[in-house]
């Protein structure tokens, strides 16, 4: 398993961008399903124009509408409830907090999937959850929980199942189907699912306006085209345990883009988790 790490760098990059869209459409307010269709459609349109025309057969038929089922329902509960947590939490707490799922991906790896990793690569596997408690650690509304912030952290704790639930399947998806047709199917399911459950309707007080919401749901899916097809083309040749960590660092993108634009405070401990996140790739590459 060699040339796995540029893909999951890349990956880590393109989804941060991504992942910085999910706040502007919460600062926005608007409406989390209506985003989420333009999004899942963006990616299902162009991943399934590249498979048509890459002239792929698909073996399996059953084992991709399996893998992508799966992986629908995970990753679009992930997203919605990713989303939601920001609604009610800092970016600077919710990004971090959410990729603790790669702790999750990691047990499950080494458990299941016999992966070995190296002692530096361990290392650096522990300072990448350093580095997200780091960030994440901050008080809000002076110390006492809010109704809002304890709602967010429910979301949290659903983004985090989901969110490890989707890197399994797409591990399985990347050694065993086409990349874009799994990616076609999965956001294709996703796109029938928010349609299904309303997607055209806005909570109250959210932008009426639906452009907007097109603009941002485009965005996201332009970025998530490239930023998963690099992330499933690192799961096709290096381990599941790294090349999740890796790609879950994303958070620190969106963290340090919602620090230059919304101007959210920058503390000491956000620093130095930023800090050990550079030094935990670092490691992660030996």
């Known amino acids: 398993m060699t040339g796995w790490f540029p893909y999951a760098v890349s990956a880590l990059f393109l989804m941060g961008a991504q992942r910085f869209l999910y706040k502007v459409a919460a600062e926005q307010g608007r409406a989390t399903p209506r985003i989420t269709l333009w999004f899942m459609a963006t990616v299902t349109l162009i991943s399934g124009a590249a498979f048509l025309g890459s002239g792929v057969t698909i073996a399996d038929a059953r084992f ?59 290392a650096g596997i522990v300072l990448a ?22 709602g967010g952290f429910l979301f949290v704790a659903l983004a985090v199942l989901a969110g490890a639930g989707a890197a399994v ?5 990347a050694l065993g189907t086409d990349k ?39 965005a996201m899916g332009v970025l998530n085209v490239a930023g998963y097809y690099a992330y499933l083309e690192g799961l096709a040749r290096g381990p599941l345990s790294l090349v999740t960590v890796i790609t879950g ?14 101007r959210e405070r920058l503390s000491p401990l956000r620093l130095v988790g930023i800090t050990l996140t550079v030094v935990s790739l670092i490691l992660l590459r030996s």
């Open 64 to 122: 991709l509408l399996a893998v992508g089922l799966a992986n629908s329902i995970a990753f679009l509960t992930a997203t919605v409830s990713h989303m939601e947590a920001l609604k009610r939490l800092p970016a600077g707490i919710a990004y971090p907090l959410i990729r603790l799922d790669a702790v999750l991906v990691v047990v499950i790896s080494l458990l299941f999937f016999q992966e070995r990793v190296s002692g530096t690569q361990g």
């Open 180 to 218: 874009t047709a799994f990616m076609a199917v999965s956001y294709g399911l996703s796109t029938l699912f928010t349609a299904g459950c309303g997607a055209a309707g806005t909570r109250e007080g959210a932008p009426s306006s639906p452009r907007g919401a097109f603009f941002i749901g485009f």
């Open 249 to 262: 660092m994303h958070f620190v993108v969106a963290v340090v883009l919602s620090l230059l634009i919304y």
């Open 129 to 150: 959850v350093g580095a997200a408690l780091l960030i994440a650690r901050q008080r809000t509304d002076g110390g006492a929980p809010s109704r809002s912030s304890r």
């Open 169 to 173: 399947s797409s591990r399985f998806a």
